[in-house]
């Protein structure tokens, strides 16, 4: 029944060019059309925006060349009514959903014609080859990786060897959510990812973790999602440090990650040298940064190392310019790190190991070593806390700038980096706005500004990403828009800011002042 309704809207639709996508307003209704034998493409929506017009002719077109098998249905959907679609609710782009054979089974995100186009072509003549029997339908395996302890969904392609893959969570996986899971959906990013020196050239669709959303029933706590990352190169760095061990059999050697040190001096006379060295011996760069240690940093750092003679020489070098931390994956890569470097004392290296890369990236006149790496998994875990901690801060687009700007922004926050772990867009009150401001109370400016942060929505974030509270205020560049256009022309304010108060965006001074203000907005959450 369920089928012949869904079957009879469409056909209605089809007398209806302007209406030629089908509107699903519901749950029920899209239950139904998961139905729908073929391919369909759902356009998901926020109220707020509407469908995305910039790609009705295409589709049309596509409508046009695709009509002979009644193989290719459009479709439309509001993310906020219907349950499914609560990961994608808040999104500032547009969110295309491919459906075949009652699962979906693709995502792109934003209105990329060529992409969506490339898409839909290939899954429209897959369908044909299965439907005429000339290719076999996707085969559901399951394999559990106990390193990260989660469930891995892979879709097997008989003539390729390629795999999509979802990743079930372990209290999801401890609730018995499995099954229920497998048999109604599965989510991949429209995109090919080769990680060569993790899985041996096999080819693996973006990994998409599904994650239960908080304080919703039983019956809807399916899925969430975790942001997709934009580039092919960005999703294998974080693929390679969060899930190094992904895609190895058992009887192969463990992926671990690692941290390592390039010292200051080092880094200013062969840092290209040192970086290409550790790729062709087989190291992924997962993360990396330049970071100017203080001393008290550097006595942190090294504090088991205190009470040695050379202590005070080792923190003048560790203080005298930028090191270069790196976040390194491979099998063994603690051991393997450990076998590079070689020997503690540049003596030692250099009788012992003379190939070894202490020995090799000594600097003329320095008696101490200027590679570090973790001794042990353990340590690795510690030292790489220690330089990529995950925070969490408050980024609000202002009034003004979110009716201008709003896109142009976004794109800089995910080109950064960030994760936007929570969005919304909501007028300020008063008394939030005064919160946020009440260091400025009592400033001759401080009622103009309150006053600009309530005159309209704006686009409130929780950004997450290591360092988050000093990497999104330099994102946003200095306060006073003339002065960022000439020490940061690249920053937000220097590019979309009108003056010192109109000035785009506002950001946490510090974590506290974070989490305060994340309090303030979204009331107490987990983001972590």
């Not at 959906?185 to 599904?210: E, H, N, P, Q, R």
Request: overall charge negative; proline content about 5%; hydrophobic content about 40%.
């Amino acid at each position: 029944m369920k089928r012949l309704l869904f079957s009879c809207l469409l056909k209605m639709l089809k007398c209806q060019s302007i209406l030629f996508q089908a509107t699903i307003t519901n749950q029920n209704e899209w239950d139904e059309m998961l139905l729908t034998k073929g391919v369909v493409v759902v356009d998901v929506y926020q109220a707020w925006c509407g469908p995305c017009i910039a790609v009705v002719n295409l589709f049309r077109k596509l409508k046009n060349e695709f009509s002979e098998d009644d193989v290719l249905h459009f479709a439309v959907a509001e993310a906020n009514s219907i349950e499914t679609l609560q990961p994608l609710r808040n999104r500032c782009e547009p969110v295309f959903l491919f459906c075949v054979n009652g699962k979906i089974i693709a995502m792109v995100r934003g209105a990329n014609a060529p992409l969506i186009s490339k898409k839909i072509t290939e899954l429209v003549q897959e369908e044909r080859e299965i439907v005429a029997g000339q290719k076999e339908r996707p085969e559901l395996c399951i394999y559990f990786d106990k390193y990260i302890n989660c469930h891995i969904i892979f879709f097997h392609f008989p003539e390729e060897v390629t795999y999509s893959v979802g990743i079930i969570k372990p209290d999801d996986v401890l609730e018995g959510h499995v099954e229920e899971i497998k048999q109604k959906y599965v989510f991949i990013k429209s995109a090919v990812i080769t990680m060569s020196k993790c899985i041996k050239g096999l080819k693996y669709d973006t990994i998409l973790c599904l994650i239960r959303p908080e304080e919703t029933p039983e019956t809807e706590s399916i899925l969430n999602m975790c942001d997709v990352q934009s580039s092919i190169e960005d999703a294998s760095r974080q693929l390679a440090f969060f899930f190094p061990n992904f895609g190895q059999k058992k009887t192969e050697q463990k992926f671990e990650k690692t941290l390592a040190l390039v010292r200051p001096c080092l880094l200013r006379e062969r840092r290209d040298s040192i970086i290409q060295r550790i790729k062709d011996d087989g190291f992924e760069i997962a993360m990396q940064k330049e970071i100017n240690l203080s001393e008290e940093q550097a006595r942190e750092f090294y504090k088991e190392h205190e009470n040695e003679d050379y202590f005070p020489f080792l923190l003048e070098q560790m203080t005298n310019g930028p090191t270069l931390v790196l976040a390194l994956t491979r099998e063994n890569a603690v051991a393997h790190w450990r076998n590079l470097l070689g020997p503690k004392t540049i003596e030692e290296a250099k009788k012992e190991n003379p190939n070894s890369l202490r020995a090799q990236y000594a600097v003329d006149n320095i008696p101490i070593n200027q590679l570090h790496g973790s001794s042990s998994p353990n340590d690795a875990q510690k030292e790489l806390e220690f330089f990529f901690p995950q925070e969490h801060t408050l980024a609000l687009i202002k009034p003004d700038a979110a009716k201008k700007h709003k896109d142009d922004i976004m794109q800089k926050v995910k080109d950064a980096g960030f994760t936007i772990s929570k969005i919304k867009e909501e007028a300020l009150t008063r008394e939030m706005a005064t919160k946020f401001y009440k260091d400025h109370e009592g400033k001759p400016f401080f009622e103009e500004l309150v006053a600009l942060m309530t005159e309209g929505p704006s686009v409130v974030m929780v950004l997450t990403k290591e360092n988050a509270v000093q990497e999104w205020r330099q994102l946003m560049g200095p306060t006073d828009p003339e002065v960022a256009k000439e020490s940061s022309p690249e920053s937000i304010r220097a590019q979309f800011a009108q003056d010192i108060l109109s000035n785009a965006v506002h950001g946490s001074s510090t974590r506290e002042h974070a989490l305060e203000s994340i309090e303030c907005i979204f009331g107490e959450i987990d983001i972590d």
